[in-house]
């Protein structure tokens, strides 16, 4: 069985968002700074009842992707990965005695951006490149432009760092 570790999470989308019981393989935390959550099948079941659309609209929501994570089976330990491309943020992402990465770092504060841009924050699993075929004003423009060159520049710089630790290992 995988050593997992305990977390509480949510989307974190704004403050009546639920928060959610459940644990992260430490050997693979977080994909593109989001947190990989695995749940019991309580919990799996209130995460579908609260974030799976009831009905799909076809311009945003990609119908097959919804369909497989509801329609999963767990893990051989019984979880089910609610991970998937959702944007979940551990509730201790918001400690400020958390030692996380810069891409974490960008990841928390795109998601506070995005919380409070009216014309786009019914989007909670936009990611940068796809704000920018959306219409937005120039500032808007500017901001996510230039977060994304910082975005880039860290991911670069992070897979240096452990490209030199796979190195040094060998």
């Given at each position: 069985m995988t050593d997992y570790i305990k977390t509480n999470f949510g989307l974190y989308n704004d403050e009546n968002d639920p928060?959610?019981?459940g644990f992260y393989?430490?050997?693979n935390p977080r994909w593109n700074g989001w947190l990989n959550p695995y749940v019991t099948k309580e919990v799996f079941d209130k995460i579908v009842e609260d974030v799976v659309p009831k009905v799909f609209n076809p311009d945003w929501d990609d119908e097959d992707f919804w369909i497989e994570?509801?329609?999963?089976?767990?893990?051989?330990d019984g979880l089910?990965?609610?991970?998937?491309?959702?944007?979940?943020?551990?509730e201790?992402?918001?400690?400020?005695e958390v030692n996380i990465s810069e891409l974490d770092?960008?990841?928390?504060?795109?998601?506070?951006?995005?919380?409070t841009q009216s014309n786009i924050k019914d989007k909670p699993?936009?990611?940068?490149q796809e704000a920018l075929m959306h219409d937005l004003s120039e500032y808007?423009?500017?901001?996510?432009?230039?977060f994304s060159l910082r975005w880039e520049t860290a991911q670069n710089d992070e897979y240096a760092r452990w490209k030199q630790a796979q190195s040094t290992e060998d």
């Open positions: 928060i959610y019981e393989n430490p050997s994570l509801r329609d999963q089976k767990p893990n051989e089910y990965y609610v991970g998937c491309g959702l944007c979940w943020c551990a201790d992402d918001f400690s400020s770092e960008l990841t928390l504060e795109w998601n506070r951006w995005l919380s699993y936009m990611d940068a808007q423009r500017r901001y996510v432009t230039h």
